[in-house]
């Protein structure tokens, strides 16, 4: 069932344990919109996990192979894109996404990310971390996510049905 129809792609960017894949789901359910998720896109074209990727090749490599596969997933329409937290730390990435899409920021407490993201376990750039390191990784991230971002929604404490109707009346 087809709710709302919007003239651009949906793309969803935030810190990990923001809720991007989570959202992403129920946002594409809930507008008819196809949904990628491009750590999946990555995993499942790599036949390996993110993890595997990061240790076996490295974090430049990872950032290539993410930069290539957000330029490919960009071209589509009416498309709910969820992307991995870093992918604003390249600017090509910004660009790219924006030329279709408009880009919504799911902000969070750095408590409510820390207490999610540990409880998720196995990302590669969070084990190990204590609490003040996320923090500082955060605060540095801020930045980037609020200059790409077209839309930005604080969802600590919010239920994912709450999160989607936001998104669909800000898009
Ligand atoms: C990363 C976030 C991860 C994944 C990779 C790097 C980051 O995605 O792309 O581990 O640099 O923030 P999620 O935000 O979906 O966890």
Same mark, same amino acid.
């Given at each position: 069932q087809m709710?709302?129809?919007?003239?651009?792609?949906?793309?969803?960017?935030?810190f990990m344990g923001s809720g991007k894949t989570t959202v992403g789901q129920? *946002?594409?359910?809930?507008?008819?919109?196809?949904?990628?998720? !491009?750590?999946?896109?990555?995993e499942e074209e790599a036949g390996y996990s993110?993890?595997?990727?990061?240790?076996?090749?490295?974090?430049?490599?990872?950032?290539?192979?993410?930069r290539k596969t957000i330029e490919?997933?960009?071209n589509?329409?009416?498309?709910?894109?969820?992307?991995?937290?870093?992918c604003i730390l390249d600017q090509r990435n910004v660009v790219c996404l924006k030329q279709?899409?408009?880009?919504?920021? *799911?902000?969070?407490?750095?408590?409510?990310?820390y207490?999610? !993201?540990?409880?998720?376990?196995?990302r590669p750039l969070i084990i190990n971390r204590t609490f003040a390191e996320i923090e500082d990784m955060i605060k540095k991230r801020q930045p980037l996510y609020s200059v790409a971002a077209d839309y930005r929604i604080s969802i600590d404490r919010k239920p994912v049905s709450d999160i989607v109707d936001a998104i669909l009346d800000l898009v």
């Open positions: 709710k709302h129809v919007f003239p651009h792609n949906i793309v969803l960017v935030g129920y *946002l594409a359910d809930m507008s008819g919109y196809a949904y990628y998720d !491009i750590d999946t896109i990555i993110i993890s595997e990727m990061f240790s076996r090749h490295g974090e430049a490599f990872f950032r290539s192979v993410e490919r997933v960009s589509n329409d009416q498309a709910v894109i969820s992307c991995g937290g870093g279709k899409g408009k880009v919504v920021w *799911l902000m969070a407490e750095p408590e409510t990310l207490e999610r !993201i540990k409880l998720q376990g196995t």
